[in-house]
């Protein structure tokens, strides 16, 4: 009993261990660990313009690498997955969403007054709000992922924006 009670725990933590390396996933889809064949494999080919899904309730576009450190910067292969941004159909607000705000940084548009960026560094999560509603979120490499962005790195501190 006592070997299945360690055994239980160690899964516990090797799943807090796991979960805290990745981005924020959206329905499996992971920025710079996933590819444009687990996009396909998971959702289809896109039915809307370039990399873009209509689904039921949401709006999705896919952004990929043209290949390491080209348009998007990022040293990673062709066809990796650079961020996703998801446009909910519905009105959702932001009390909606029960996040924990105090891991968030809050920055609000420089030309549109009503609108509020909420993000996530650790987590390459961010949340734009509207007149009060939801318009995307956005899913992006988080700052563990610093080392795979092109360019010198070496003056980035933890917690700066990639």
Request: overall charge negative; aromatic content about 8%.
């Amino acid at each position: 009993m006592r070997s299945k009670n360690l055994i239980v725990a160690g899964m516990l933590v090797l799943s807090v261990l796991v979960t805290g390396v990745r981005a924020k996933e959206w329905r499996g889809i992971v920025p710079l660990h996933s590819t444009r064949a687990d996009v396909v494999r998971l959702l289809g080919q896109p039915n809307s313009r370039g990399s873009r899904y209509e689904l039921k309730g949401e709006s999705v576009s896919i952004m990929y690498s043209d290949g390491p450190c080209r348009t998007a910067r990022w040293n990673v292969p062709k066809d990796t997955v650079i961020d996703i941004t998801v446009e909910p159909d519905d009105d959702v607000t932001l009390s909606d969403l029960h996040l924990d705000l105090s891991k968030y940084v809050k920055k609000q548009d420089h030309e549109v007054l009503d609108a509020f960026y909420y993000t996530n560094n650790s987590e390459g999560f961010e949340v734009a709000v509207v007149d009060g509603l939801v318009r995307y979120f956005f899913y992006q490499p988080t700052d563990k992922d610093a080392h795979l962005k092109c360019g010198d790195t070496s003056s980035r501190r933890p917690g700066d924006h990639l």
